[in-house]
Every structure is written in structure tokens, then in C-alpha cells.
């Protein structure tokens, strides 16, 4: 099983901006996607962003053109760059690992909170 750590959330006024941030413990040389979801209460778990290994990005409707996916190999870490933010952007952040080695894996972060307020 892996960890994946994540940092970033908090309180923000609505217009600001937070960087989140998900580290996975180890190399990870495979075929992967890292991507970012979202669910706020009473709500379903929603994509928020997706970065595939060849670097290809992924936007949900929503977020497109405020929040940026991006990656680092080396750190084993990607972010999400948030900007423009809104109350509706409110909810906890998760991150996600998915790939393939010698098998599928499927691994998620702990969660993070953001709250935007208006």
C-alpha cells in the first residue's frame, strides 16, 4: 500500500489562490496518471484535474481556466494551482494515483480542506 501525502488546503477568500500539493513515497516508474478530486458535503465525489505520465492534462467543466495540474518526476509530487477561487470550490481535496507495473494500482491521499469564503 502507498501513502500519498498531501498539503495545501486551508481558508481563502473567494478570488484567492492555494497550491496543493501530493507526494507519493517512492519512484514511480510506470505508466501513471496523478490526478486531483473533490467532494463537497451532501455531494458525489467529482474529477477535479488528471496529468498522465506523458504529461497530457485533464480539466473538470468547472475549474477549467482557474486551476492548473502540473508535475514533478523527480519530487514525485504534483500540485494543483488554484486560482479565481469561488464559495463553490469548497470542499475536500483528495488526491490519486492510478498505473500500471506488473499490475493495476489505484492508490489515494488522506484529503485536504479548502474553504473559500464569499
Known amino acids: 500500500q502507498v501513502q500519498l501525502l498531501e498539503s495545501g488546503g486551508g481558508l481563502v477568500q473567494a478570488g484567492g489562490s492555494l497550491r496543493l500539493s501530493c507526494t507519493a513515497p517512492?519512484?514511480?516508474?510506470?505508466?501513471?496518471?496523478m490526478g486531483w478530486y473533490r467532494q463537497a458535503p451532501g455531494k458525489q465525489r467529482e474529477l477535479v484535474a488528471t496529468i498522465n505520465s506523458g504529461g497530457r492534462t485533464n480539466y473538470g467543466d468547472s475549474v477549467k481556466g482557474r486551476f492548473t495540474i502540473s508535475r514533478d518526476n523527480a519530487k514525485n509530487t504534483w500540485y494543483l494551482q488554484m486560482n479565481s477561487l469561488k464559495p463553490e470550490d469548497t470542499a475536500v481535496y483528495y488526491c490519486r494515483l492510478t498505473g500500471l507495473t506488473t499490475g493495476l494500482f489505484d492508490y489515494w491521499g488522506q484529503g485536504t480542506q479548502v474553504t473559500v469564503s464569499s
Open positions: 517512492r519512484s514511480i516508474n510506470s505508466i501513471n496518471v
